[in-house]
């Protein structure tokens, strides 16, 4: 079935230390986004891929950056993780011009020790 | 952007149909509502969306108000497994490349056997 995958479901980091998330799509959609869910709050956009122009949200901080390397791929990277950077991360797909819905992976529980 | 308000909890007899609000008073002409659930440490999962007009699919129905400043959605049948938290989000931003989901507080519905 064609679907977002999320890949590790759980990731554990030493505060500091760089961590990379990755979010792969089989449903060839061109746009690509990156949300944060902290505990008991709702999914907050960091930002997204439309095609290959990255749009990055004007609150995210500089400690998170992205790459897209193929319309498949996307890469959330965490230069020095602090622990409120602990929280779900999301990845979600988008095709454009079609009913521009949202398909979301299952996420990445991120912990920083 | 426009944003949503949501009320933070709501119980429902299973069997019974469960309406949950959402206030979107700021939004604008072009802007589309959306409606995700999310079961516990599971990826947001699509509802249903609409701009105007009343929708209806085979999860649920959203009614719009006149001057769409709010919106509700309806879960005809509530099940156990309705049990989730409902987000509102607004689909923001100029260009269909660049759309933006902003995602309101949620609900969380309890459906009660």
């Known amino acids: 079935d064609a679907m977002v995958i999320q890949n590790p479901r759980y990731q554990v980091t030493q505060f500091g230390k760089p961590v990379t998330l990755s979010c792969s799509q089989t449903l060839n959609h061109n746009v690509m986004y990156w949300y944060q869910q902290k505990s008991s709050q709702a999914p907050k956009l960091l930002f997204h891929?439309?095609?290959?122009?990255?749009?990055n949200e004007a609150d995210t901080p500089d400690n998170f950056q992205s790459r897209r390397p193929n319309t498949s791929f996307c890469f959330l990277d965490i230069r020095s993780p602090g622990l409120g950077d602990a929280a779900m991360y999301l990845c979600a797909t988008r095709r454009q011009g079609s009913t521009d819905t949202q398909y979301f992976g299952p996420g990445t529980r991120l912990t920083v020790l | 952007d426009a944003k949503t308000t949501q009320p933070t909890s709501m119980d429902c007899a299973e069997g019974r149909a469960a309406n949950l609000p959402c206030n979107h008073s700021t939004i604008s002409g072009n802007e589309y509502v959306y409606w995700y659930r999310q079961i516990h440490s599971q990826g947001p999962q699509y509802i249903i969306h609409?701009?105007?007009n009343n929708e209806t699919n085979e999860m649920a129905s959203l009614i719009i108000t006149e001057d769409r400043k709010s919106s509700t959605l309806i879960l005809p049948h509530a099940t156990l497994r309705d049990t989730a938290v409902y987000y509102c989000i607004v689909r923001a931003g100029g260009t269909s490349g660049t759309y933006k989901y902003i995602f309101g507080t949620g609900t969380r519905l309890k459906v009660l056997a």
């Open positions: 609409g701009l105007k």
């Open positions: 891929y439309y095609d290959k122009d990255f749009n």
